[in-house]
Nanobody, 125 residues
Framework: QVQLVESGGGLVQAGGSLRLSCTASGLTFGTTTMAWFRQAPGKEREGVSCSIWWTNSANYADSVKGRFTISRDSAKNTVYLQMDSLKPGDTAVYFC??????????????????WGQGTQVTVSS
């Protein structure tokens, strides 16, 4: 059974930083695409960033490029999201996702099989 456990959310002032962590179990981390999504109240879940294992590359939503960095530590089965220069518009529940279905777009939440419970990020102005 796959489990994804997020941590690191919290309250931060605009311009500040947070680092989210997601530790995975029940999957082969080294060959699993991992991603971060977020969902603000009344809005759809949107892709923030994705770490693609077979190309060892990362994708980012335009809204976070240059501010957020995704990384992964295979020894710890953990994927991170470093969030800098945070804005009030980044306020949302952030979810870790794993196992992108073949042929799916990384930014489409329907393409991922496994999900964490989410962690709240609140950025005050």
């Amino acid at each position: 059974q796959v489990q994804l456990v997020e941590s690191g959310g919290g309250l931060v002032q605009a311009g500040g930083s947070l680092r989210l962590s997601c530790t995975a179990s029940g999957l082969t981390f080294g060959t699993t695409t991992m991603a971060w999504f977020r969902q603000a109240p009344g809005k759809e879940r949107e892709g923030v960033s994705c770490s693609i294992w077979w190309t060892n590359s990362a994708n980012y939503a335009d809204s976070v490029k240059g501010r957020f960095t995704i990384s992964r530590d295979s020894a710890k089965n953990t994927v991170y999201l470093q969030m800098d220069s945070l804005k009030p518009g980044d306020t949302a529940v952030y979810f870790c996702a794993a196992s992108l279905r073949t042929g799916s777009s990384w930014s489409d939440a329907r393409g991922f099989r496994d999900w964490g419970q989410g962690t709240q990020v609140t950025v005050s102005s």
